[in-house]
């Protein structure tokens, strides 16, 4: 026989679990309507290019630092060796008052001031100067010779000290620096990681027809501004199709002011390492007075430069993943020209 029992109702524990996990399921489907769309191509190409732009910044400050760096070991260097030759020149010197006492000695005994300044603490002696007059003239002109020596000596050794301390400083602004370049890089690549394998193919083969049309370009008949910035600009030709690197100042591999600054040295003129500096390094031009071989400045911080080929075109180093390549002026935002006397 059937039986017509009434089902049992379900716990309160039962009904109070089966709740949240519908709540559960209702905030999640509304989570996901509500997801920020995956950013396309082009936003991603924007924050990737500008991403480049700032580690590009940071590498004008790393290589200022670098160049600085540079500067700062030379002169410490040269300040040591300075510092050195003048310990060898005072010991001369006191070697020199040590025989005038020795000869005392051998003919009836050491002056009084003498033994003062060959005791333990000779400075000391150089303080109390009233007593010079008791020595003859030559073992006072000895004396001044050493108390002048070593006033310059601790100037020197003080002046060689700060450097250290600015060299110091230097390399640490280096490594902050090139962690900064690095940190962004990574960013945009990090970005770069997330557009699909087509996306990556488009962006590559976008890059690839900028770097192509190169040498297509129609420079028009362009004049150099002289026989020098020729000189660069033909040598800055020749690298067209070398890679940007950050830091690199060739010749296998450049960034922007990496270039430009090779390029002059080719023709025998040296220009200062960075972008900013190089914006300053001649007169100022207007777009209008440009010519061949001129820099062109760009950004309002002047991060960015390249060489004016005519027709306004500029070859530069662009970014990561570019060569060396021609490109209309008109794709970054002008300052002004600088002509290289």
């Known amino acids: 026989m059937a039986s017509h029992r ?6 309160r524990t039962r009904v109070t ?14 989570q996901a309507a509500h997801a920020d769309p995956k950013p396309s191509k082009s ?16 590498t004008e400050k790393y290589n200022g630092a670098k160049e600085n760096q540079s500067k700062l070991e030379k002169q410490v260097e040269a300040l040591q060796d300075k510092v050195a030759r003048g310990q060898d020149e005072l010991n001369e010197l006191r070697d020199g008052l040590g025989a005038i006492a020795s000869a005392q000695y051998r003919t009836g005994g050491i ?26 003239a030559k073992q006072a002109d000895a004396l001044q010779q050493i108390q002048a020596k070593q006033r310059t000596l601790a100037q020197e050794r003080k002046e060689a000290q700060d450097k250290v301390k600015d060299l110091a400083e230097t390399r640490k602004e280096l490594g902050s620096k090139k962690k900064e370049v690095q940190g962004k890089l990574a960013s945009a690549q990090k970005l770069l990681n ?3 394998a087509a996306e990556k193919a488009q962006l590559a083969a976008d890059d690839a027809r900028a770097n192509r049309a190169s040498g297509r370009v129609n420079l028009g008949a362009a004049v ?69 071989g001129d820099l062109v400045i760009f950004y309002g911080d002047a991060h960015h430069v390249g060489l004016y080929a005519g027709n306004g075109m500029v070859l530069h180093a662009p ?19 600088v002509r290289i006397g």
């Open 6 to 11: 009434r089902p049992k109702p379900p716990s």
């Open 17 to 30: 679990v089966l709740t949240a996990t519908a709540a559960a399921a209702v905030a999640l489907t509304s």
């Open 194 to 196: 997330t557009m699909t």
């Open 224 to 292: 150099p501004a002289s026989q020098r910035a020729g000189a660069a600009f033909a040598a800055a030709q020749g690298m067209i199709g070398t890679p940007y690197v950050y830091g690199a100042t060739g010749p296998s591999s450049f960034d922007c002011s990496g270039l430009t600054s090779w390029a002059y040295a080719q023709a025998g003129v040296s220009i200062p390492r960075t972008s900013e500096a190089q914006a300053n390094a001649g007169a100022h031009l207007g777009m209008s007075q440009l010519q061949q």
């Open 43 to 58: 936003d991603v190409k924007e924050k990737v290019d500008k991403l480049y732009e700032e580690a590009e910044q940071a």
């Open 111 to 136: 002056d009084p001031s003498i033994q003062l300044f060959l005791s333990s603490d000779p400075n000391s002696y150089l303080e109390k100067a009233s007593t010079l007059d008791q020595v003859s």
């Open 319 to 337: 970014k990561p993943g570019a060569v060396v390549r021609y490109e209309s002026i008109n794709n970054m935002p002008f300052q002004f020209g």
